[in-house]
């Protein structure tokens, strides 16, 4: 890889090495600003960055092991190319860094932003430093909090370029360093302060966690979700407090769902984020837990309304396929028969025709209560389409299969009081044993009901037809209408 070389190369050189900041020891001045930048921008990797002739050299730190990398793979040599801040949402997306070794790693470097820093004469010296290991952009106020600290490295920088020339004249100014590093003191703990009171006002509960996860820190959201006060959770293992079998495993880069246990026994489900930040050489991990009791329960209610049909309440196709799947493998591991009875209503339509789709609607859900009623507590009933139910029979005798399908086209026979008017329908009943033997599908099975429903039809509607067996099935004829409905 090549990089770009700036119009002003030679005197942005000299500048940099007369400041003597190159292949110096880490400096607190700058190893809080790279800190401060991890925590207010949440990125694991901040950087105070130097870009010299052919390398880019890190003054300070945080999440990256080396001190300095050549220049054709910087990022920053092409932050110090322009006035304004560098900011690359998607690395593998720009021509520039798509094939850049930093970022075709696994985990490698996908958004980056990096401010440049300025000498007093306006010469680009290097940048300050946020990434990510996934894509995002850059918001407002995380714009805001880079340019300042940005500014706090720069006034660094020129408060020692003013040092060398007082140094070079012999007139030192120890008074204004010490004065500058006390401001820089306080704007850095009011930035803290301000993360603090994030910290402690975000809805979700925020955890910090040392090299032996023991609790460096709990936030009020944690002390309400989870029971513990800070002062009792605070030097902890999270063992002892949430996850007696220890933290889930996490590549850091997606939320792990979990279960944390509350002081007061109760089980919480969960959803994780966590950071991992190494600080002074320690290691530590950022907590970020979000209570998902509702949102599971609101899926649990989506999954219940995806298989029930909604005019009658009773399982639709789709449950009833499902079902009818587990319980043909039951039948198997068992060896029991099963049942599926195929029922048509008899003259729905001319119901429908002659009283209306809310009349015919009503019919269908008393219709639902009374097979419901009518089956075994083992037995499973569903609404197959329009007029149309399916019940099945689990670990039944072959010869009680015409008994309880009789009873199927008495209960529907009954008369069904409409207001002033009483109505009536029949059914067509085409009833088909499984056998555990047998080789069929739950498509033949089904098939097999259909036709012989078919046959009911033929023979008179508010029949009973038992479907031939596997072996000698008509050709399909599921979900066909009858001409005599």
């Not at 990096?114 to 990510?132: E, K, N, R, V």
């Amino acid at each position: 890889m090549s990089y770009p070389i700036t119009p002003n190369e030679d005197a942005r050189l000299a500048v940099l090495r007369e400041l003597e900041l190159l292949d110096t020891p880490h400096e607190p001045v700058f190893d809080r600003v790279t800190r401060l930048v991890t925590k207010l921008l949440n990125v694991p990797i901040a950087t105070v960055s130097l870009i010299d002739a052919d390398r880019q050299w890190f003054k300070s730190s945080v999440g990256v092991e080396t001190r300095e990398t050549s220049r054709d793979v910087a990022f920053c040599a092409h932050t110090i190319m322009q006035a304004v801040p560098l900011i690359v949402e998607d690395a593998t997306a720009d021509e520039r860094f798509a094939n850049n070794p930093f970022v075709t790693v696994q985990d490698g470097i996908r958004f980056y932003v990096g401010f440049p820093l300025l000498s007093s004469q306006g010469l680009p010296l290097g940048a300050l430093c946020a990434i990510d290991t996934k894509p995002r952009r850059l918001q407002e106020d995380e714009f805001a909090v880079m340019q300042d600290l940005a500014a706090i490295v720069t006034d660094e920088i020129h408060l020692r370029e003013r040092l060398i020339v007082e140094k070079k004249t012999k007139q030192a100014s120890q008074q204004a360093l010490k004065a500058f590093h006390q401001s820089m003191e306080n704007q850095i703990e009011r930035r803290t302060r301000e993360l603090n009171l994030v910290i402690e006002s975000a809805y979700d509960a925020y955890i910090s966690l040392d090299t032996h996860d023991v609790v460096l820190d709990w936030n009020r959201a944690a002390e309400m979700m989870f029971g513990w006060p800070r002062k009792q959770a605070q030097a902890r293992p999270i063992t002892q407090l949430l996850f007696p079998q220890g933290l889930p495993a996490s590549d850091e880069q997606a939320p792990l769902i979990a279960t944390a246990q509350c002081r007061d026994g109760s089980q919480l489900p969960v959803e994780i984020r966590i950071k991992s930040l190494r600080i002074d050489g320690q290691q530590r991990r950022s907590l970020f837990i979000h209570d998902i009791t509702e949102r599971q329960q609101l899926e649990r209610l989506r999954d219940q309304e995806a298989r029930e049909d909604v005019l009658t309440q009773l399982p639709n196709r789709r449950a009833l396929n499902e079902r009818l799947a587990e319980a043909m493998a039951r039948a198997r591991r068992l060896q029991k028969h099963l049942a599926v009875l195929f029922m048509d209503l008899d003259g729905f339509k001319a119901v429908n025709d002659q009283h209306g789709h809310t009349t015919g609607d009503a019919l269908l859900r008393e219709i639902a209560k009374r097979l419901k009623t009518a089956v075994r507590e083992t037995d499973y009933v569903a609404r197959w389409a329009g007029d149309e139910f399916v019940v099945l029979l689990e670990g039944v005798a072959p010869d009680a299969v015409q008994p309880l399908a009789q009873s199927m086209v008495e209960v529907t026979e009954k008369p069904v009081p409409m207001g002033e008017i009483s109505l009536r329908v029949s059914t067509s009943i085409g009833a088909a044993l499984y056998s555990p033997t047998a080789g069929e599908t739950a498509h033949e099975l089904l098939k097999r009901a259909d036709v012989a429903m078919y046959e009911a039809k033929h023979s008179g509607k508010g029949q009973v037809s038992m479907a031939r067996s596997a072996d000698s099935a008509a050709p399909d004829a599921l979900n066909l209408k009858d001409e005599y409905d």
